[in-house]
């Protein structure tokens, strides 16, 4: 939320008296400028000099509050709340909000808005041509918001977080070592130089390498999803839309689509979104995408969440957030995806705290160890191209075996083939299944039988492949 000039300079002339005018008329600048971190010492060494200063009690608490130390500026906006600075209620229910106290939130601006209502009219009393002061535009997405967020809050969603890393903000997606099934993320040189990409973006590729999802600006400087598929002969077709139930206002940014071929996430900043970039997740039927859903907590938060990926071959996500405001560097986090959703109970008094996901290992089952998995997540060769491996199964009990030489009998060998060629159809069947569904979106309505042909072959396929790999499970001497 960005601060209005108005309210900054009558702040300032409050201030300014004896502190050294030019100082504070540069941090104005500089708070005008969104660049708090070089204003909040200013301010600082202003309220040094006047520590009972209302104004600039204000103004360091706002500095501290848009570079993502609430509880710090809780402390400078109370006293200014107390020297009966009229602005203070609504950036104290911004540091609450921040802070996932999104009731509490709400009535600090039912008072911020009750103590301009009474200096209205105390101001008419003593003149009639008396300026009315409105109520911040801010205040009111504010309010909007935190209506938002507590109805995020009641329903948080019980996950194990198995790690978190602080990783660079420029290239975060290298981060995710996702199994070749899962497809891979990839910067934009993977794209045709000609093609126009948002900055910053990433682009997505299935395990077939024929399609690639992205995000590029449009007519009006938004950014959409777009897709493109390369061509027999290498070319590639014009790349187009995904689907206008995406683009409901916002940036949409950030796209990871399941190898099912119909469920995509991906971020969007639009009026759905709790604060940036939050993560939504919609999936396709014949008429094209359905309406994105919000995926909620802990997921998404005030600042900005993107980038969901799941590889359900080795049971693992990832997100990555910028909640914890590291500057140059942003936190993914890694968890363990469940085909059921369970949220925590509404009056569990830690909600808050699951939400912000104040320690990840507070997540964890008892006795739980998830050393052995991030150990061979981090330690597998995915994505280099010439990953010295001859396949990647999972036995039961999260095992994975990654060649012939682990296949203890002839029939497990057998088994192994029969069902790698099968996976290979498969996803030849998968892939050609999304480029038929983004052509029929796209007004392509000949398609439509082929359509219905290949999801009826990709579910007997599927049906197929979950006997072929228990038959591989069972002739290595596994038992499910």
Known sequence: MKLTRYIIAGGLALASAGAGAQTLEEARQMLLDGDYATALPVFEKAL???PKDGALNQWVGICLLRTGQPKKAERYLKTADEKKVLDAPRYLAEAAFQQYEFNKAGELLDRYEEEIKKTNTANARRSK????????????????????????????????????MAVDRDEFFKAYHLSPESGTINSIDILPADMEVADPSEVYMPQSGEFRIWSSPDKDE????????????????TPHPLGSALEAG?????????????????????????????????????????QPQNIGMPYN???????????????????????????????IYRFIPSELRVNYPVDDPALASHAR???????????????????????????????????????????????????????????????????????????????????????????AGRITSIEQEVERNRTALREMSNKVIRSNGDAR
């Open 48 to 50: 040094n000099a006047k």
């Open 250 to 290: 916002g940036d949409s940014n950030y796209p990871f689509m399941m190898p099912d071929g119909v469920t995509l996430y991906y971020a969007n900043n639009g009026p759905e979104s709790l604060g940036g970039y939050d993560i939504f997740i919609s999936r396709k039927d014949e008429d094209g995408f359905l």
């Open 222 to 237: 938004n950014y959409i999803l777009m897709g493109a598929t390369q061509l027999i002969d290498g070319t590639w077709d």
């Open 301 to 331: 938060s005030p600042y900005d969440d993107y980038l969901l990926a799941i590889d359900e071959v080795n049971g693992i996500g990832w997100w990555a957030t910028d909640r914890n405001q590291l500057g140059d560097k942003i936190t």
């Open 357 to 447: 996901i104040d320690s990840f290992r507070s997540t964890w089952p008892e006795g739980a160890d998830y050393s052995e998995l991030l150990e061979r997540i981090d330690s597998a060769e995915y994505g280099t191209g010439n990953t010295g491996h001859d396949f990647y199964f999972a036995l039961p009990g999260n095992r994975i075996i990654t060649s012939w030489d682990d296949l203890s009998t002839p029939a497990a060998r057998n088994a192994m083939e029969e069902y790698l060629d099968a996976s290979k159809h498969f996803n030849a069947l998968v892939a050609e299944l999304a480029t038929l569904r983004l052509r029929y979106a796209n007004g392509d309505h000949a398609v």
């Open 129 to 164: 041509k008396a300026v009315k002061i409105e109520v911040s535009p801010e205040a009111e997405e504010l309010r909007r918001l935190s209506t938002l967020g507590q109805s995020m809050l009641d329903r948080v969603e019980k996950i194990v977080v198995i790690d978190s």
